[in-house]
């Protein structure tokens, strides 16, 4: 049974930082690209980051770029995310999603995962 599990949300004011956590289990964490989602209160989820499988390649939502940081570590099966300089339109639920890899692809629409987390919360305080 594939389990994803985040951790790391919490409540922070705006300019800090966070490190987001999602541990996997049931899966062969190296054979998957991975991504980080997020849903503001009353919005749809929304692409925040891709990381390829061995983490050579990423992509990030224009939004986020220079501020987020996305990275794994395949020996831990695990994918961080470090969110510097946060705003208060960064608050929503952060999910990460998994998906088996087939050959070189970037995939930024939520429907293209197979696997997700139960999310973990951010709250950036203006």
């Known amino acids: 049974q594939v389990q994803l599990v985040e951790s790391g949300g919490g409540l922070v004011q705006a300019g800090g930082s966070l490190r987001l956590s999602c541990a996997a289990s049931g899966l062969t964490f190296r054979w998957y690209d991975m991504a980080w989602f997020r849903q503001a209160p009353g919005k749809e989820r929304e692409f925040v980051v891709y990381?390829?499988?061995?983490?050579?390649?990423?992509y990030y939502e224009d939004s986020v770029k220079g501020r987020f940081t996305v990275s794994r570590d395949n020996a831990k099966n695990t994918v961080y995310l470090q969110m510097n300089s946060l705003k208060a339109e960064d608050t929503g639920v952060y999910y990460c999603?998994?998906?088996?890899?087939?050959?070189?692809?970037?995939?930024?629409?939520?429907?293209?995962?197979?696997?997700w987390g139960q999310g973990t919360q951010v709250t950036v305080s203006s």
């Open positions: 990381i390829s499988t061995s983490g050579s390649f990423t």
């Open positions: 999603a998994a998906d088996l890899n087939r050959g070189p692809s970037l995939r930024v629409g939520a429907e293209e995962y197979d696997y």
